[in-house]
């Protein structure tokens, strides 16, 4: 009896993290209708619907995120004891799962990743590089990176990366059939390359800081993407202006490529956080895995 409530408990996270029968199933490795019956037990056994199912998606109801909240976080410690007693005598062993925007995957998770690596060849680190807010818990991932800024204060924050900078960049080429903008309302007389949020699937609203005071700009242009890496390509092909990190158009910049615009109107943001449930006990390999992703001061 035991066994199979296990199983149908894990069957039911895995759904539930995947919003998809589909999906979880070939995660899981076993059919649609065997990890259906499985719920479908579960359900049955503790008198609850847990999931809602429609012909789009699947989603847990209120009781079934009851049942996560009880369950993610004690099923990651029982992995996190097992990590542990593997690694004695041995190598750190483990597997870290990170939530992260596709920008801080680039610039400062991955270099260090690829060295944290190549020291510890039996931990195993999963990027799920989403551009959207994820619930870590619910999700079960060991920690999500984001700017400082949007961090619950119930978390636990590392900085991973120094504060940055955006800019509004275009090419050389638009600049030759439009004038430069000099306040960020004159971006309402241009085309602008928007970027698509994942998580409430709004468009971004520029933001600026000057002369004592910050504004959003809603930016207006035929081209929507959902990539910071697609906005400076596009901008590059002479599609429009685009608001991205600075970073990632400095050597564009630097070439006569890109043409900045409104610089003083472009305020810094904080820097990138790894961040993670304060109650939560993490394995050996996370903490390695801390360490070596985090920002030392220069």
């Given at each position: 009896m035991l066994r199979e409530n296990?199983?149908?408990?894990?069957?039911?996270?895995?759904?539930?993290?995947?919003?998809?029968?589909?999906?979880?199933?070939?995660?899981?490795?076993?059919?649609?209708?065997?990890?259906?019956?499985?719920?479908?037990?579960?359900?049955?056994?503790?008198?609850?619907?847990?999931?809602?199912?429609?012909?789009?998606?699947?989603?847990?109801?209120?009781?079934?995120?009851?049942?996560?909240?009880?369950?993610?976080?004690?099923?990651?410690?029982?992995?996190?004891?097992l990590n542990d007693l593997a690694s004695n005598n041995s190598l750190p062993v483990?597997?870290?799962?990170?939530?992260?925007?596709?920008?801080?995957?680039?610039?400062?998770?991955?270099?260090?990743?690829?060295?944290?690596?190549?020291?510890?060849?039996?931990?195993?680190?999963?990027?799920?590089?989403?551009?959207?807010?994820?619930?870590?818990?619910?999700?079960?991932?060991?920690?999500?990176?984001?700017?400082?800024?949007?961090?619950?204060?119930?978390?636990?924050?590392?900085?991973?990366?120094?504060?940055?900078?955006?800019?509004?960049?275009?090419?050389?080429?638009?600049?030759?059939?439009?004038?430069?903008?000099?306040?960020?309302?004159?971006?309402?007389?241009?085309?602008?390359i928007n970027f698509r949020l994942s998580t409430s699937g709004g468009i971004y609203c520029w933001e600026f800081a000057g002369a004592g005071q910050e504004i959003k700009v809603k930016v207006k242009g035929r081209f929507i993407v959902n990539t910071v890496r697609q906005c400076v390509e596009a901008a590059s092909a002479g599609l429009g202006l685009a608001y991205v990190p600075e970073d990632l158009v400095n050597d564009a910049l630097a070439s006569g490529e890109l043409v900045q615009v409104l610089d003083e109107w472009c305020p810094v943001f904080p820097g990138y956080f790894l961040y993670y449930p304060n109650r939560q006990q993490h394995s050996n390999a996370f903490h390695l895995f801390i360490e070596a992703v985090r920002s030392h001061p220069l």
């Open positions: 296990i199983v149908n408990l894990l069957s039911f996270i895995e759904v539930a993290r995947e919003c998809s029968f589909t999906k979880a199933a070939a995660r899981l490795g076993v059919t649609q209708s065997t990890l259906s019956h499985s719920v479908k037990t579960l359900e049955e056994r503790l008198g609850v619907k847990l999931l809602i199912r429609t012909t789009r998606n699947v989603a847990p109801t209120e009781a079934g995120e009851q049942l996560l909240n009880i369950l993610v976080p004690r099923l990651g410690e029982i992995d996190e004891k483990g597997n870290i799962r990170i939530a992260t925007s596709e920008h801080a995957a680039d610039a400062y998770l991955w270099p260090k990743v690829r060295e944290f690596l190549e020291a510890w060849p039996k931990i195993n680190v999963e990027l799920f590089i989403d551009n959207g807010f994820n619930n870590i818990v619910a999700e079960r991932f060991d920690a999500g990176v984001r700017l400082g800024e949007s961090i619950e204060k119930d978390m636990v924050a590392v900085r991973i990366s120094p504060d940055f900078r955006m800019k509004v960049v275009g090419s050389a080429d638009y600049f030759s059939r439009y004038s430069a903008p000099v306040t960020p309302d004159d971006l309402h007389q241009h085309q602008c």
